[in-house]
C-alpha cells in the first residue's frame, strides 16, 4: 500500500475511533487493583472511550509500523527500530480520546476531530522527513518533533504529580514514561538501536530519581512538573548534542546553565 494511502487510513481509523467513543453502548467495568506498598486499592474504570482506545492503539502501531516499513532504508528493521515512530502517534491519540470525551456539542467535536487530524497527520510526515541528519528537511522536522515531545512530557509529569497517591504512583510513572520520549529525541542518531534504547533508559532512571526526591510533594504540582521539565530537557539536550557528536564543552555549559536559571526561578516560585 502506498505511503500515502497509508497516512489516510491511519487518519481515518483515529476519526471513527474518536467518533466513536463516546457513542458506543459498552459496559463501564471498574477495576480495582491492589498495588505493592500502597495502602488502600487503585480503582480504575473502564470507560467506552479508554476501551476504544485500546483498540485503537494497537491498529495505530500496526499502522505506522508498516508506514516506516515503505522506506527503504528500515524495510528490514527490527522492532527495536521501528517501534520509536510508534512514541508519539500513540501519545497524541491518547491525549485526543482523554480530551474528546469532555467535549460534548457537535461543533466542538467537529473541531477536536480537525485539530486531531492535524497534529497528527503534521507529526507524521515530520517524523518520516527525520529518519535521518542527512534527509533534506531535517533540519525543519526535528526540532519540531522536539517541542511536540518536551510538550507531551511536561503533560505527563504534570498529570503524575497531580495523581493521587502521588508519593507512590508518580515515581514509577515518569520514571517509564520518560523512556520512550527520550528516545523519539535521541533516536535520530548514527548509534546503533540497542545502545539508543540504552541512553533513553539510562534517561528514564535519572527522571525517576529526580521525581523521587519531589515525591514528598515539596513543591506544588504545577512547580514540580516544570522542575521535572527542566531536568528531562538538560538530560536528553546533552545526550543529542553527544550522540550527534557535537557535545563541545560550551554546548554542556549552556545547557547547564539554562537548567540553574530554571531551577532558581521555578524554586522561587514554589517558595
Known sequence: ????????LLLGLVVAGLGASSYLPLPSPALALGLPGIPGVVTVTLTPARQVSLVVLVLVAAL??????????????????????????????????????????????????????????????????????????FWLARPGLNVLTYALALALFY???????????????????????????????????GRTWGWAALVGLMMAEVAWALAPGVLPPRVASLVLLAAFYCLTGILQQHLWRAAQRRVVLEFAAVAAAAMVVLLRMGA
Do not use: H
Open 1 to 8: 500500500m502506498p505511503r500515502a494511502e497509508r497516512l489516510a
Open 64 to 137: 505506522m509500523d508498516g508506514l516506516v516499513r515503505e522506506e527503504p532504508r528500515l524495510a528490514s528493521a527490527g522492532l527495536a527500530r521501528t517501534a520509536p515512530y510508534w512514541i508519539l502517534p500513540a501519545v497524541e491519540v491518547l491525549v485526543a480520546l482523554s480530551w474528546f470525551e469532555a467535549l460534548s456539542t457537535p461543533g466542538q467535536q467537529v473541531a477536536g476531530l480537525a485539530a486531531t487530524v492535524l497534529v497528527l497527520g503534521v507529526t507524521v510526515i515530520a517524523q518520516m522527513q527525520s529518519l535521518e541528519p542527512g534527509d533534506r528537511w
Open 159 to 193: 498529570l503524575a504529580e497531580t495523581l493521587p497517591l502521588r508519593a507512590f504512583v508518580a515515581t514509577p510513572l515518569i520514571g517509564f514514561g520518560s523512556i520512550p520520549l527520550a528516545m523519539e529525541l535521541l533516536r535520530s542518531s548514527r548509534w546503533t538501536t
